[in-house]
Nanobody, 126 residues
Framework: QVQLVESGGGLVQAGGSLRLSCAAS????????MGWFRQAPGKEREFVAA????????FSSDSVKGRFTISRDNAKNTVYLQMNSLKPEDTAVYYC???????????????????WGQGTQVTVSS
């Protein structure tokens, strides 16, 4: 099973940028789509972005489209989330996860992803 460790979170002012990283262990990393999710206090975990195993396809939620970019480096077993033009409503714990099947077609459902990391806190001040 893949183990995931997120990093790169922190406190940033509105309009600023952060780059999150998710390092994966396990030789099967490059075969699976990866996703980023977030969970704000008192809210359910929500989809942010996902990327296919090759990096050739990316998907993002409407709330972050045009501001966040997901990418991956299979040689480094790492997936990234570049977050620009951050807003206070982006404040949340951000998690990465592995899609549970080899064939990914854009699912945004939390239940379709497994092997979650511990999360990294992102706080955007106004």
């Amino acid at each position: 099973q893949v183990q995931l460790v997120e990093s790169g979170g922190g406190l940033v002012q509105a309009g600023g940028s952060l780059r999150l990283s998710c390092a994966a262990s396990g030789h099967l990393f490059s075969r699976y789509a990866m996703g980023w999710f977030r969970q704000a206090p008192g809210k359910e975990r929500e989809f942010v972005a996902a990327i296919t195993w090759s990096g050739g396809g990316t998907f993002s939620s409407d709330s972050v489209k045009g501001r966040f970019t997901i990418s991956r480096d299979n040689a480094k077993n790492t997936v990234y989330l570049q977050m620009n033009s951050l807003k206070p409503e982006d404040t949340a714990v951000y998690y990465c996860a592995v899609y549970s099947s080899l064939y990914y077609s854009g699912s945004q459902a939390v239940a379709d992803f497994d092997s979650w990391g511990q999360g990294t806190q992102v706080t955007v001040s106004s």
